[in-house]
C-alpha cells in the first residue's frame, strides 16, 4: 500500500499547498530523498527545486525515489528532463522520476491546500500522511494526525535545515508512532516563521 504525500510551500496565513507524492512518502523515503535532493540536484537552490518539483509538475509525481539498479540516486537535473510515467513492466521504471503530467499519463493538475488549523473541520487533504513545506532555510514535516476521535488534521513534526547535519528519519517516524509530537504542533507554528525564511 502506498505512502501518500505531498511537496509543498507555505501559505501565508497558515498551512501550505503543493502536489501530490504517491509512493515511499515517509520521511526515511521521501523526506530522505528531498534533502538529497536539495543538496546534490538542486546544489543548495530550494527555489529551483520548488520549481521543478512543484511548479513544473503540477499534476504530481508518482515517485521521486531513485530506484535504478545502481541504487546511487538521487536523480540529476538531466533526468528530471525525462520525468514522465511509465507502466510497471518498463525497463526503465523508477530510473527517472515519475511525475503524471509527463509520459504514459497526462493529468492535469491538482493543487493540494492545507487550511489545518483555521478549518476546525480538519483538512481537505486528509489522506495525505506525510507533507514536506521547502522554505530557504529547511523544509517542515508534517503529519496527518487524528486526536479525540475527531477528523485529521496536519500536524508539525520537526523542521530540518538544510545546512545541519541530515536528521534521524526513522526517530520521525517514530515519533508519530508514539505520539511524541512537539509542543505547540499544529502547522500554523511554523508558519508563522515562513516572513523570515
Known amino acids: 500500500m502506498s505512502t501518500r504525500g505531498a511537496i509543498a510551500l507555505p501559505t501565508p496565513e497558515s498551512g501550505w499547498w503543493g502536489r501530490y507524492h504517491h509512493t515511499d512518502s515517509y520521511p526515511a523515503g521521501l523526506g530522505r530523498?528531498?534533502?538529497?535532493?536539495?543538496?546534490?540536484?538542486?546544489?543548495?537552490?530550494?527555489?529551483?527545486?520548488?520549481?521543478?518539483?512543484?511548479?513544473?509538475?503540477?499534476a504530481g509525481w508518482s515517485c521521486l525515489l531513485y530506484l535504478g539498479d545502481d541504487a546511487s540516486g538521487p536523480f540529476t537535473r538531466a533526468d528530471f528532463d525525462l520525468s514522465?510515467?511509465?507502466?510497471?513492466?518498463?525497463?526503465?521504471?523508477?530510473?527517472?522520476p515519475a511525475c503524471y503530467c509527463?509520459?504514459?499519463?497526462n493529468e492535469p493538475a491538482q493543487r493540494l491546500t492545507c487550511?489545518?488549523?483555521?478549518?476546525?473541520?480538519?483538512?481537505?487533504?486528509?489522506?495525505?500522511?506525510?507533507?514536506?513545506?521547502?522554505?530557504a532555510e529547511g523544509m517542515w514535516v508534517i503529519t496527518s494526525h487524528t486526536a479525540d476521535h475527531h477528523r485529521p488534521v496536519h500536524r508539525f513534526v520537526d523542521r530540518v535545515i538544510w545546512e545541519e547535519a541530515e536528521p534521524d528519519w526513522r526517530r520521525m517516524e517514530q515519533d508519530v508512532r508514539t505520539g511524541a509530537l512537539p509542543a505547540g504542533d499544529d502547522v500554523a507554528s511554523p508558519s508563522r516563521q515562513a516572513s523570515s525564511d
Open 33 to 58: 530523498e528531498l534533502y538529497r535532493l536539495y543538496h546534490h540536484t538542486f546544489e543548495r537552490d530550494h527555489t529551483a527545486m520548488a520549481q521543478t518539483l512543484i511548479a513544473d509538475h503540477p
Open 115 to 135: 487550511r489545518c488549523p483555521r478549518d476546525q473541520n480538519g483538512c481537505g487533504p486528509i489522506d495525505i500522511e506525510w507533507a514536506y513545506v521547502l522554505t
Open 102 to 105: 509527463h509520459g504514459q499519463r
Open 84 to 96: 514522465g510515467f511509465v507502466g510497471a513492466s518498463s525497463p526503465i521504471r523508477g530510473h527517472y
